[in-house]
């Protein structure tokens, strides 16, 4: 009988999970009818090395549930993609980001986060095509960043979609670059105008005193030969600490992006907030 009240325990937390999934689900629904209220974006700097400026922003999704709090992208971007509301959710992303970036500077890069489930859902093309000419935000301003996840399922309607994003002036880059299963192969199959070092990589820089750190240094290093060889720039993410910026900034990646730059915010403020010289 222990066994079986154990089951049922287990039963109660997963009838549970299910409810507050569906709930959130159905909560996402009504924020997106209701022009997206609760939803925000927040920005967050990505700091060139090579001439010590902001370049642009990392766009980062935020949802503020009316009775919950903040719920964390990683768990309403996955029930948006479940739920067949990805698209729609896309949209509103991409139209508040564009909107926000035909407001800064005009030297400043927007980068808006895809999911995969996007590139399969409605025509991501045509839509991305008519924010651009609504928001008359220059395409070469508007970064698209995928995962390798996105060429696993379909790689070639995959292709097909992001060839078409490039016809379009927008540049496409990998994101959190050599956490996945074959990066290699896909840097191959597509053009990536830029690679991002994932942050578990960038954190073992701290570490180069021990084996995992010594790996870690090498595999950034070998990420940012790769992304030279083949001609396009390497932005390391999760930059935290001084030791982290240093070390990349003696192996030469382009730039970089982390709490220590700045973390993701709500305004931009106007002008740009002056930049932190010590650590440069
Ligand atoms: P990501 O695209 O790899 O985004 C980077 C994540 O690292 C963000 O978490 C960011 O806030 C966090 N971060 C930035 N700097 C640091 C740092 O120095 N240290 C640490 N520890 N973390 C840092 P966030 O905002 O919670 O987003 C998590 C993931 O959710 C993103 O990972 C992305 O995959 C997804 N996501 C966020 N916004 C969107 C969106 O608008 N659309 C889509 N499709 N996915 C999104
Ligand atoms: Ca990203
Ligand atoms: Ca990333
Ligand atoms: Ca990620």
Redo the contacts with the bound molecule.
Sequence with gaps: TEGRNRWRAFDATMAQALLYRRRLESDLRDALAADGEGLSLVY?PQFCLNDSRIIGY????RWKHPSFGAI???EF?PIAEEAGMIAEL?EW?LNRACDAARAWADDLTIA????PA?IFEGDLTAFVKATLDRTGLDPARLEL?VTEGVLIDNPERALHVLHGLKDLGVRISM??FGTGYSSLSYLQTFPFDAIKID?SFTQGLDETRSKTGLHAEAIVRAVIGLGHAIGIPVIA????TQTQFDRLKALKCDAV????IGK?MPHLIDPLPEFDTKIV
């Excluded at 993410?237 to 935290?240: A, D, I, R």
């Design positions: 967050q990392e766009a980062l999704a964390p992208p990683a971007i896309g992303i808006v986060n895809l999911s996007q960043e994101d959190d942050r993410e999760g930059v935290e992006q982390g709490y220590l993701p």
